[in-house]
């Protein structure tokens, strides 16, 4: 019964690059949510995705930032461009379905931007 | 927007002692206030949770206590024990009753250290 999965775990990128984080929900979870964690500080809502929608993006920075869940296949968190300050842990949760509180956190993406 | 305090950002207790987080809200509409333990480089890990229609709950040596009408909630952890050690979030929604996303509002975290 696997958990949720994201790859990469570690992701150095320099500064202008481009950055994919990909995030695969529980089994049976249709419902995919990412946070970012700065160091030393709590996680913060980025964007709320179900197959093929985007449900909430308020979270998500206006340029460079794009997240998507295709039908078939992970969700995608995507940085363009990236900044030095783009650097963090970068999680994704899943849950079974629209009504459901729980959520289950996947192991983190830490992007580093040199 | 939902904004969530939490006190205090580093908590050391000696094993065997009780630890005490605390956390406030603003949203009275929040309704689900969820615990989560990180240890280093982990992911955050469920640890307990309560809900709006609920005062207390209690998990073997973890509880949680929530005050709607003060608007805050409380972590409780008896007889410490080492592997204690983490920071711990508290996190809350109001995402279900206001029929959008139901997505997490965090704390900005507890570093308990429990010592021998």
């Known amino acids: 019964n696997a958990g949720v999965m994201q790859n990469p775990r570690h992701l150095v990128r320099r500064r202008g690059q481009e950055a994919r984080l990909r995030c695969s929900p529980m089994?049976?979870?249709?419902?995919v949510y990412w946070y970012r964690q700065l160091p030393e500080e709590g996680l913060k809502f980025m964007v709320y995705?179900?197959?093929?929608?985007?449900?909430?993006e308020s979270g998500m920075p206006k340029e460079r930032f794009s997240a998507e869940f295709p039908k078939e296949g992970p969700s995608i968190l995507r940085i363009q461009q990236v900044v030095r300050g783009d650097s963090a842990a970068y999680f994704c949760?899943?849950?079974?379905?629209?009504?459901?509180?729980?959520?289950?956190f996947g192991p983190g993406t830490r992007l580093t931007v040199t | 927007g939902e904004n969530v305090e939490q006190h205090p950002s580093t908590l050391s207790v000696q094993e065997g002692d009780s630890a005490v987080i605390k956390c406030t809200y603003s949203d009275s509409a929040s309704n689900y206030f969820p615990w989560y333990k990180q240890e280093l480089g982990k992911r955050p890990q469920l640890i307990i949770d309560?809900?709006?229609?609920?005062g207390e709950k209690k998990d073997q040596r973890i509880a949680v206590t929530l005050n709607k009408t003060a608007k805050h909630f409380s972590l409780h952890i008896t007889e410490t024990q080492p592997e204690d050690s983490a920071v711990y979030f508290c996190a809350a929604t109001s995402g279900l009753l206001a029929g959008t996303a139901s997505k997490l509002t965090f704390g900005t975290g507890t570093r308990l250290q429990v010592t021998l």
């Open positions: 309560i809900r709006s229609n609920v």
């Open positions: 949760a899943s849950s079974p379905r629209a009504m459901s509180y729980e959520q289950y």
């Open positions: 995705l179900q197959k093929e929608n985007i449900i909430d």
């Open positions: 089994k049976g979870h249709s419902h």
